[in-house]
Nanobody
Framework: QVQLVESGGGLVQAGESLRLSCVASRSSFSGNAMAWYRQAPGKQRELVAMISSVSTNYAESVKGRFAISRDNAKNTVYLQMNSLKSEDTAVYYC???????WGKGTLVTVSS
């Protein structure tokens, strides 16, 4: 059974940092590219960052501020978010990249 559980969201002020975590069931993590998406109120879900075994990719809006990483031993993918802006406010979802497997999301609220 595929399980993705996000954590780490919260309320912060603009300019502060947060680190999101997503723990995946071992069978769903090993060998798969992982991604973080976000969905702001009234907007479509968008890809924030993706990590495979050989590369990472970021949305232009977060390049230089966010960093995705993974710990294969812990079946965990992280999203370090620095210099947060009000426009980063959204529900952040973990995804096995290219599949329909999603976590339930964690809310990030950035106050200006």
């Amino acid at each position: 059974q595929v399980q993705l559980v996000e954590s780490g969201g919260g309320l912060v002020q603009a300019g502060e940092s947060l680190r999101l975590s997503c723990v995946a069931s071992r069978s769903s993590f090993s060998g798969n590219a992982m991604a973080w998406y976000r969905q702001a109120p009234g907007k479509q879900r968008e890809l924030v960052a993706m990590i495979s075994s050989v590369s990472t990719n970021y949305a232009e809006s977060v390049k230089g501020r966010f960093a995705i990483s993974r710990d294969n031993a812990k079946n965990t993918v992280y999203l370090q978010m620095n210099s947060l802006k009000s426009e980063d406010t959204a529900v952040y979802y973990c995804n096995i990249y290219g599949t329909g497997y999603w976590g339930k999301g964690t809310l990030v609220t950035v106050s200006s």
